[in-house]
């Protein structure tokens, strides 16, 4: 299986950056697509951004130009960088892998997702 452990979540000031970290472990080998979710208090969680095995990347609408996701696979890492921050992005951030395998034609799929990290957009 593959864990996931988001990290470098805090509080910010509105216009300020953050950098999230997703460090996976496990069966990385068999990971596919990865990327970031969030869920603010009394709302849906909902897709930040996504990256493929191919680094192709995709963005919600409300973050588009401000976050950027990366990975790095050497070190089984996901990126997401935060930049100009609003209080409307204060939500507790989840990691996501999606993950196949399989004796041949890796036949098998399974979604993970971390524990999630705190970020507070606030003056």
């Known amino acids: 299986q593959v864990q996931l452990v988001e ?3 805090g509080l910010v000031q509105p216009g300020g950056s953050l950098r999230l970290s ?3 472990s496990g069966r990385t080998r068999s990971i596919n697509t990865m990327g970031w979710y969030r869920q603010a208090p009394g709302k849906e969680r909902e897709l930040v951004a996504v990256i493929t095995s191919d680094f192709s990347t995709n963005y919600a609408d409300s973050v588009k130009g401000r976050f950027t ?3 790095d696979n050497a070190k089984n890492t ?3 960088e935060m930049n100009n921050l609003k ?3 204060t939500a ?3 990691c996501y892998a999606e993950a196949s395998w399989g004796p041949v034609e890796r036949q098998y799929v399974s979604h993970y997702w971390g524990q999630g990290t705190q970020v507070t957009v606030s003056s």
């Open 87 to 89: 209080p409307e992005d």
């Open 92 to 94: 507790v951030y989840y």
């Open 7 to 9: 990290s470098g979540g």
């Open 22 to 24: 997703c460090a996976a």
């Open 78 to 80: 996901l990126y997401l």
């Open 69 to 71: 996701i990366s990975r």
